[in-house]
């Protein structure tokens, strides 16, 4: 079985962001939802899912990760109303109502369907001439 990576872009209700890297992104959102780990994510509440890609290369995630991560805001946003365009959370189904941080949640399995992951291009730009 192939292992997997994900890069992800998360969202607090107020809509800051974080950008991340896994190789499991049920492990992460887990730590993220429930404020496992310090950091960032805790401290503004950012844990709603609302982007992700997979990949087959941990180098290819993290040289997408460091890609979105130096994007603008904009682009970010772009990319995330281009698949997700009701910033809805993925991942709320993964959780039960009686979620603790013990839940093993998994994601749907038309997720392993997509694994095959690419990246999306650039949107067009006004300051590059020809991409757009």
């Given at each position: 079985?192939?292992?997997?990576?994900?890069?992800?872009?998360?969202?607090?209700?107020?809509?800051?962001?974080?950008?991340?890297?896994?190789?499991?992104?049920?492990?992460?959102?887990?730590?993220?939802?429930?404020?496992?780990?310090?950091?960032?994510?805790?401290?503004?509440?950012?844990?709603?899912?609302?982007?992700?890609?997979?990949?087959?290369?941990?180098?290819?995630?993290?040289?997408?990760?460091?890609?979105?991560?130096?994007?603008?805001?904009?682009?970010?946003?772009?990319?995330?109303?281009?698949?997700?365009?009701?910033?809805?959370?993925?991942?709320?189904?993964?959780?039960?109502?009686?979620?603790?941080?013990?839940?093993?949640?998994?994601?749907?399995?038309?997720?392993k369907a997509t694994a095959k992951a690419t990246a999306d291009p650039?949107?067009?730009?006004?300051?590059?001439?020809?991409?757009?």
């Open positions: 079985m192939e292992k997997l990576y994900y890069v992800y872009i998360l969202a607090s209700r107020s809509r800051n962001l974080y950008t991340g890297v896994t190789n499991s992104v049920r492990r992460r959102i887990v730590q993220h939802r429930f404020k496992l780990k310090p950091g960032f994510t805790s401290k503004y509440n950012i844990f709603r899912l609302v982007y992700f890609e997979m990949f087959g290369d941990i180098r290819m995630a993290i040289a997408r990760e460091k890609e979105i991560k130096a994007w603008r805001r904009e682009k970010k946003v772009w990319l995330i109303k281009k698949h997700n365009p009701t910033w809805a959370d993925l991942a709320a189904d993964w959780f039960a109502k009686s979620s603790s941080p013990r839940a093993t949640p998994a994601p749907p399995q038309s997720v650039s949107p067009p730009s006004k300051i590059r001439p020809g991409s757009g």
